[in-house]
């Protein structure tokens, strides 16, 4: 009993930094990302200190809020707007959009999009911009949705509106950083080999939610039960692209989080060879 309550405060109060490494040809220099997903309105520290503290000592040049930022369940936005005030401080703060930031929108008639610009973040939604980062020329997108790809059009799996705006957003030489809440396409349906994009940032799995030992994740959104690859770095067959799915920062509240500690992932792409 004394060992499932202390999983359970781990997995409701402590941070934990994943780090992985990505090599690209279209990179002279490192270029280190920080990434957070599905935070679901929780703090980790008054007006979220302890996660602003942690993630400024990964001396980011990018940071990526991969989605779920808010909650549906809750009509406040202060912690939302506080936490990204005090990551643009640390390095250009981007958002792509996932479901709950639209049943948000929906419940309560907000303008998350307005919200976060007023903050200081760039807020992505089939939209992207083209970066230059120490030398290193970047397109940066974001999109909500599942990104099937077009093949699967036929049987209504897909959005041709989504397969236009993958096909665009992929049609340069630049180093393509796509985010995208939902992993699903990307783990199932061979989105790693359908579409050009060199890394993707996806979160909405939670890390299983319950990690069980030697099983891990007990449940994902869309994968069921026993979902199997819930987390890490996944890459395509000639491990040329990538998606990176984080584990999360906050918890579902119909099922919490246990043996399963928030993380903040930090990405470090680096030239090939």
């Known amino acids: 009993m004394t060992a499932a309550l202390f999983s359970y405060i781990l997995s409701k109060k402590a941070l934990i930094v994943s780090r992985f490494s990505l090599r690209s040809e279209k990179t002279a ?9 599905d935070l679901h ?4 520290g008054n007006d979220n200190t ?8 990964q001396q980011p040049q990018l940071i990526l809020i991969t989605g779920d930022l808010v909650d549906r369940d809750d009509a406040g936005t202060e912690k939302a707007e506080t936490l990204i005030r005090g990551l643009c401080e640390i390095a250009p703060v981007y958002i792509s959009p996932g479901n709950h930031e639209a049943d948000h929108e929906k419940n309560y008639g907000s303008d998350l999009r307005a919200t ?6 760039a807020v992505f939604d ?28 036929d049987g209504n799996e897909a959005r041709e509106s989504e397969a236009d705006f993958i096909e665009a957003f992929s049609d340069t030489d630049r180093l393509k950083l796509l985010m995208c809440h939902m992993p699903y396409t990307w783990l199932v349906l061979d989105g790693l080999e359908e579409w050009d994009a060199d890394c993707v940032f996806c979160g909405h799995a939670h890390g299983g939610q319950i990690r069980l030992p030697f099983i ?5 959104p869309d994968q069921g039960w026993f979902p199997g690859r819930v987390s890490g770095l996944y890459l395509s067959n000639d491990e040329t692209r990538a998606m990176l799915l984080s584990r999360g920062l906050g918890s579902s ?19 090939a060879g």
């Open 29 to 37: 220099s490192v270029l280190r990302i920080v990434q957070l997903s």
């Open 41 to 44: 309105n929780v703090e980790f």
């Open 50 to 57: 302890r996660l602003i503290k942690k993630i400024a000592a």
């Open 116 to 121: 976060f610009t007023a903050c200081g973040a």
């Open 126 to 153: 089939r939209e992207w911009v083209d970066l230059e980062l120490d030398g290193q020329l970047i397109r940066l997108g974001g999109i909500n949705g599942y990104s099937v790809p077009r093949r699967y059009l």
């Open 216 to 220: 891990g994740g007990l449940w994902a």
């Open 253 to 271: 509240r119909r099922l919490p989080r246990f043996n399963n500690i928030p993380e903040i992932t930090v990405l470090d792409i680096v030239p």
